[in-house]
C-alpha cells in the first residue's frame, strides 16, 4: 500500500512538473521578446538602436523592436527591389490573387498584431516554375519584412539604405 501511495505521488509530481514546464514556455514564445534575433540564413546585423551603416541608427527604423535583424534593401536580390517599387505605386502585382494579401503570421516570427495588420507580396525568384519562396510582408506602422525561406525566417528591411 505504501509503495502504490508513492508511485501515485511520484506520477502526480511528473504531471504537475511537466505541465508547469508546459505553460512556461508558452509563456515565453507568446512574448514579444522570445522572438529570435538571427536566422542562420541571414547574417548578423544591426538591431534596435545599434549604430547602422554610415553612424545612423536604426531606432526609428520601424520594426526593429521585433529583435530580428536589419538588412538595408540593397543587399537583398534585385527582385525584392522590384517589388517595394510596385508596392510603393500600389502595384499592378505580378500575382494579383496572391499580391497585397492579408498575411496571418502564422509561424509567429513576426510580432503578433490583430489579423489584417500585415499584408505580402511575392519577390519573384528567377528559375522558379511558381511564385518561389521569397516575400516582402509590410505593417500598418510602416514595417517591412523579407523572408527567403517562406516565412521560417525574417529580416526587418530598411528601404532607405
Given at each position: 500500500m505504501v509503495n502504490r501511495r508513492r508511485i501515485t505521488a511520484a506520477l502526480v509530481g511528473l504531471l504537475v512538473l511537466v505541465l508547469g514546464g508546459w505553460l512556461v514556455k508558452s509563456q515565453l514564445s507568446d512574448s514579444p521578446s522570445a522572438a529570435p534575433s538571427s536566422s542562420p540564413s541571414a547574417p548578423?546585423?544591426?538591431?534596435?538602436?545599434?549604430?547602422?551603416?554610415?553612424?545612423?541608427?536604426?531606432?526609428?527604423?520601424?520594426?526593429?523592436?521585433?529583435?530580428?535583424?536589419?538588412?538595408?534593401?540593397?543587399?537583398?536580390?534585385?527582385?525584392a527591389a522590384d517589388t517595394?517599387?510596385?508596392?510603393?505605386?500600389?502595384?499592378?502585382?505580378?500575382?494579383?490573387?496572391?499580391?497585397?494579401?492579408?498575411?496571418?503570421?502564422?509561424?509567429?516570427?513576426?510580432?503578433r498584431k490583430q489579423s489584417g495588420y500585415y499584408h505580402e507580396y511575392t519577390v519573384k525568384t528567377p528559375g522558379s516554375p511558381d511564385r518561389g519562396p521569397r516575400r516582402l510582408v509590410t505593417g500598418q506602422a510602416k514595417e517591412l519584412y523579407y523572408t527567403e525561406d517562406h516565412y521560417s525566417s525574417f529580416v526587418v528591411v530598411d528601404p532607405a539604405r
Open positions: 548578423a546585423s544591426s538591431g534596435a538602436g545599434a549604430p547602422a551603416k554610415g553612424g545612423v541608427s536604426n531606432a526609428k527604423l520601424p520594426g526593429t523592436d521585433s529583435g530580428l535583424p536589419v538588412k538595408p534593401l540593397s543587399a537583398l536580390p534585385s527582385q517595394w517599387k510596385l508596392i510603393e505605386k500600389g502595384g499592378p502585382y505580378p500575382y494579383p490573387r496572391n499580391d497585397d494579401v492579408v498575411f496571418e503570421n502564422r509561424e509567429k516570427v513576426l510580432p
